[in-house]
């Protein structure tokens, strides 16, 4: 079955970085596009930022902060943060889609404070 685990979440400073994780298993993972999104407190689930096999595309709101990658021989996808933001602070979720059920981590923090 599908897993995926994020990690690489904490306390940051403005203006610093984090680099997230996502360990997925269970289905063929170099043949599906991946995601990231985010959950601030009160607010609606919002899209980060996707990888196909080979490209990535991101929210306005994070462009030219924030990369997306991965790695499919570790069945990894990584999110890089740079010049973070206090209204970056959310939980962060893993996702993909197969045969139409969306999948989900259990999510990472991220809080952006001095």
């Known amino acids: 079955h599908v897993q995926l685990v994020e990690s690489g979440g904490g306390l940051v400073q403005p203006g610093g970085s984090l680099r997230l994780s996502c360990a997925a298993s269970g289905f063929p993972f170099n043949t599906f596009t991946m995601n990231w999104y985010r959950q601030a407190p009160g607010k609606e689930r919002e899209w980060v930022a996707s990888i196909t096999m080979t490209d990535g595309s991101y929210a306005d709101s994070v462009t030219g902060r924030f990369t997306i990658s991965r790695d499919n021989v570790n069945n990894m996808v990584y999110l890089q943060m740079n010049s973070l933001k206090p209204e970056d602070t959310a939980m962060y979720y893993c996702?993909?889609?197969?045969?139409?059920?969306?999948?989900w981590g259990q999510g990472t923090q991220v809080t952006v404070s001095s």
């Open positions: 996702n993909t889609i197969r045969d139409a059920i969306d999948y």
